[in-house]
């Protein structure tokens, strides 16, 4: 299908492929090319003509140089990455040296205490209680948010906190478009992104638009240098997670703009091919409009670019929320789609290609549908309110550690971590009802689990035979109590509560995961002042990181007496309507409360309007400053969490040293 002067670039392109890797010279790669007789312009034997011939070592010259500049681009990443990672563990260790401060470790006493209150652990349970909240905290449901002094403070003039606060501060929506932005320290770090593409897309370009292919070639080289960057920011399986410390949903933040960088380069890259051919390029390479779309090369380019800009627009939050399941769909098959004709596009991508294809296949089918996967019989309880449904089910889970102790490296990595080992506090899966039909059986959605974790046998002991005697001596078996709360809104959870109302109150459930960070819980029990933020369905977040937290709190006082009682941890949460509450069992709260959690729960905000969440914040931090730092985590509606946040930035910049984790909605 290829014509001249097509044919003979496609061999000026295959001669700078191989000498890319070869790290050859613009003369070795011009004594590769072959005359073509077709060339216009050519002599009689196809050789170019000297002008033809400068032009072409130009054109080489800029090739092989675009070549070995992106060779350094991951490495760079890389290096970021290392900086990343340091920053982590050196963050880790000082939270877990405060912590050792905080809560004296005593492992046996501590399992022994918390498994005691496992069935509270679960939001299963009565909406009624003898011992109410009321009783252990006077009308904390009608309790203003202030009911503390406020205190004249004077403004922080240190540089490095002013800073902090300013990172922390985030902007208002943008106006018309009520386009919500990330914090400050989100955007540079965006910025900073983008301008390192900017800088590998623009240096040493030529500005003669004869030469407007090296433009187009420059961005094709950044498109796939980010692929195996993008399809790793899009894994649940991957290691950036545990390096830095972020969880998945702050890093698909950033797999959102990588994605759309890719699509832009993409367009710049056939774009400029296409006005290079068809306009500026010199008029003895310049092809026909049907000539140059029959080659394959463009057809197979034109199909990765149809597949990417496609994977754009269906990642656009307005079709993700009005069309979740389309998302899912599209999203897989353009993905493999695209990967599969960017092999096939131009040979000298497909190490970049072939490392993006690993991920993606090990990620979806070795991690999520074998190792990461299982099945539960699950049951569907309508709440209250009609529109929220509550999964639960429960079981022993297995004790592993003994037998896992002697199996090779390779074993333990490849072993079946999933749900039916436990999780941890705030964890996420995936589910699948097979039951809804075959078009749910092959989706699978994102809710957080809003039970608390199980309880953790004594990990002390080093040796096997000390691990037995242990387990024997406490007699303690890890009961799991799972729950999950999903709101019907459209399409999957839509059926779901349907299917639920039609009296379908056993069904069984694929369950992908656990999946999630930890960096909250270490930011909050490495602080003596937790303050923990709800808003409506953000509780599931929210609950488990305080059981967590108070039963810990309860554990260290009962071993050492009230005096080693010095984390204060605060819970607030925000309802719009009365029948919400029933999210959360009273005997539930109740609990929380003889633990020793402050329970601030406002009138539901469609009679009472929203409370002032900035000064409740105000007013905790101004008197909890005074005995250490301060950790606050919130999951809510965008509004409540750009609140809460530019809350701490104000504490920060007076001063206070607050930590902040921010788990926001939405996938």
């Known amino acids: 299908m290829e014509h001249a002067p097509s044919r003979w670039l496609l061999n000026v392109l295959g001669q700078v492929s191989r000498a890319s890797h070869a790290a050859s010279t613009v003369d070795s790669v011009m004594s590769g090319i072959t005359p073509s007789a077709e060339l216009p312009g050519s002599d009689n034997g196809g050789r170019p003509t000297p002008e033809q011939l400068a032009f072409i070592q130009r054109l080489v010259l800029h090739l092989l140089e675009g070549r070995k500049l992106i060779g350094s681009y991951n490495v760079i990443l890389l290096g970021c990455l290392a900086v990343f990672t340091a920053c982590h563990f050196i963050g880790v260790a000082r939270d877990t040296r405060k912590q050792r401060e ?72 943008i106006p018309i478009i009520d386009k919500s932005l990330p914090s400050n320290e989100t955007s540079l770090l965006i910025l900073a992104f983008l301008g390192l593409n900017a800088f590998y897309q623009c240096y040493h370009i030529p500005t003669d638009p004869e030469l407007l292919f090296i433009v187009a070639d420059r961005a094709g080289l950044v498109f796939v240098a980010n692929l195996p960057l993008l399809y790793l920011l899009a894994a649940k399986n991957q290691p950036v997670t545990k390096l830095t410390g972020y ?119 070795i991690w999520r549908l074998t190792l990461k996967s299982a099945t539960l019989t699950a049951d569907l309880s309508v709440l209250d309110d009609g529109e929220t449904i509550l999964v639960s089910a429960d079981w022993d889970i297995p004790d592993t550690t003994i037998a896992e102790q002697n199996k090779p490296w390779t074993q333990k990595l490849l072993r079946r971590d999933n749900i039916l080992r436990g999780w941890r506090p705030a964890e996420h899966v995936f589910i699948s009802v097979p039951g809804l039909g075959r078009t749910h059986a092959l989706q699978a959605h994102p809710f957080t689990i809003a039970s608390a974790a199980p309880e953790e046998l004594p990990l002390a002991a080093t040796h096997t035979d000390e691990l037995e005697a242990e387990v024997t001596a406490t007699g303690l078996a890890r009961h799991a109590w799972f729950s999950l709360l999903i709101r019907g809104r459209t399409g999957f959870t839509d059926d779901l509560l349907q299917h639920a109302q039609q009296g379908h109150i056993r069904v069984p459930v694929r369950v992908d995961g656990p999946y999630g960070s930890q960096r909250p819980l270490e930011m909050l029990r490495a602080r003596g002042t937790s303050i923990l933020v709800a808003g409506g369905s953000g509780i599931a977040v929210i609950f488990p990181l305080v059981w967590s937290l108070a039963a810990a709190s309860s554990a260290a006082r009962r071993r050492e007496g009230e005096s080693s009682g010095r984390r204060k941890i605060y819970l607030l949460w925000i309802v719009h309507s009365e029948s919400q509450r029933s999210w959360v069992p009273r005997d539930r709260l109740d609990e929380l409360s003889r633990l020793g959690v402050d329970i601030t729960l406002p009138e539901p905000t469609e009679s009472a309007g929203r409370p002032d969440v900035p000064r409740y914040i105000d007013e905790l931090t101004a008197t909890a400053g005074e005995d250490g730092e301060i950790g606050v985590v919130v999951s809510g509606p965008d509004g409540l969490n750009r609140s809460v946040r530019n809350a701490c930035s104000v504490a920060v910049r007076r001063g206070k040293s607050v930590g902040l984790s921010v788990e926001k909605f939405g996938w």
Not at 106 to 131: K, M, P, Q, V, Y
Not at 275 to 285: D, E, K, N, Q
Request: charged letters at 15%; hydrophobic letters at 45%; glycine letters at 6%.
């Open 247 to 365: 969880s998945y949903e702050s890093l698909n933040i950033l797999h959102r703009r990588v994605g759309e960088l890719l699509c832009f380069e993409a367009l710049v890259h056939g774009g400029c091919m296409v006005i290079w051919v068809l306009w500026t390029a010199p008029l003895w390479l310049r092809e026909r409009f049907a000539n140059f779309f029959n080659t394959w090369l463009v057809i197979l380019g034109l199909a990765a670019l149809a597949a990417y800009e496609l994977l754009y627009f269906t990642s656009l939050g307005s079709f993700r929320q009005r069309w979740y399941e389309l998302f899912l769909a599209s999203h897989v098959f353009l993905q493999a789609f695209a990967l599969a004709v960017l092999w096939l596009h131009q040979h000298n991508t497909r190490p970049f290609v072939g490392a993006a294809l690993v991920i993606f296949v090990c990620d979806r089918l």
């Open 102 to 173: 905080l809560e004296p470790i005593n492992s046996s006493e501590t399992s022994g205490s918390e498994h005691s209150s496992s069935a509270s652990s679960t939001l299963e349970g009565s909406t009624d209680s003898t011992d109410s909240v009321t009783k252990a905290q006077p009308d904390v449901e009608r309790q203003p948010l202030l009911g503390r002094r406020r205190q004249r403070r004077q403004p922080c003039t240190r540089p490095l906190q002013l800073l902090r606060g300013w990172l922390l501060y985030q902007p208002k929506p």
